[in-house]
Every structure is written in structure tokens, then in C-alpha cells.
């Protein structure tokens, strides 16, 4: 009797320290996304010239000047973000998950990160921006169940 006692506390304990642990790593996964992110942000501060090209459907600039090489580093720091995020999505907690879908599908669809993907085939898949939608549909129809 007391070993089974002391097996059945034994496991309770354990089942705590898991569900504290896999709060603790949640928690930890969002707070790297969100200084990711604002490196991102700073970066725009500095350069407001730069957001269209992530957040707006218009064309790369040549990439011989200066500003063509400049959005294609602000794309590069943002899809690295995307997909630094894209492989922790398990750890996002649930009532955040969509809104970042949304935000990496829009991003990803976007003209000038096409064209980027499309000039690097081999920094990301092409079909990058495919994944994002595909997910937000399917977390989509998960949520009108």
C-alpha cells in the first residue's frame, strides 16, 4: 500500500513538473519570437523606406542599388523570423497561433518575397508561403468546429 502511495505521488509530482515545464518553454518560444520580430521592427525605424517591400505587394528594386540590396536583407532577416517561428509553431500558444499564420501567410504572398524566394531557391522552399496558407486554412476550419 505505501509503494503504491508513494508510486501514485511520484507520478503526480512528475505529471506537474511536466505541464510547469512545457508552460515554461511556451512561454520561452514566444518571448524569442517577439525580440525576433522587433529586430525586424528596429530595422524599419531605421529604414521606413524597407516596409513596403515586406508588407505591401510591390516589386523588388534592382538588385544593383542600394535599396534593392536592402530590401532583400530586410526580406532575408524576416523570412529567417518566419521560419525560426515556423519550427517552434508548436510551442505558440493556441490563442496566438492564428494571428501569426495570418501574418506569415501575408507576408510570404507578398510580390517582392515571391521574387526573393524565387532569386534564393535554395536559402528557402519556394513553396514557403504555400505552407503558411495551407495551415491558416486548416486551423481555420479546426476553429469553426
Known sequence: VVTITLSFLTLIALLYQSMSLTKSLKTQSYQHIIISQTSVDKIFLE?????PFLYENVDLPNPDTELGRR??????VA???IDSTYQQRDLIPDEMLDSWLHYASQV????GVRQFLVE????YPIA??????????????????
Open 47 to 51: 529604414y521606413p523606406e524597407l516596409r
Open 71 to 76: 530590401a532583400r536583407v530586410i526580406i532575408d
Open 79 to 81: 523570412l529567417n523570423v
Open 108 to 111: 510570404t504572398n507578398n510580390k
Open 120 to 123: 534564393n531557391p535554395d536559402w
Open 128 to 145: 514557403m508561403s504555400d505552407e503558411y496558407t495551407n495551415l491558416l486554412a486548416k486551423s481555420e476550419r479546426k476553429n469553426e468546429i
